[in-house]
């Protein structure tokens, strides 16, 4: 058992020494080194175009006046 288990680890250690890193992980990291402010930047800029204040009565207000849609939208009122 105990042999067993070295082998395995020896296996294991030396998947760990040749970790793979592709063309664009290795790019998107030196990028990031190259300008730290990025992300702050990103944060920014999400703020900007996603993080919006929520209206709590406006959501209601859409909510309650939404039209049921039938089942198959093709098909001829009956």
Do not use: C, G, H
Request: hydrophobic share 30%; aromatic share 12%; net charge positive.
């Amino acid at each position: 058992m105990a042999a067993d288990e070295s082998l395995f680890t020896r296996i294991l250690d030396q998947f760990r020494e040749k970790r793979y890193e592709s063309e664009f992980t290795a790019f998107m990291r030196e990028f990031k080194q190259q300008k730290p402010q990025l992300e702050e930047e990103q944060k920014k800029s999400r703020t900007i175009w996603w993080d919006k204040p929520q209206d709590l009565a406006t959501q209601e207000r859409l909510r309650e006046s939404r039209v049921k849609q039938q089942a198959y939208v093709y098909q001829n009122k009956v």
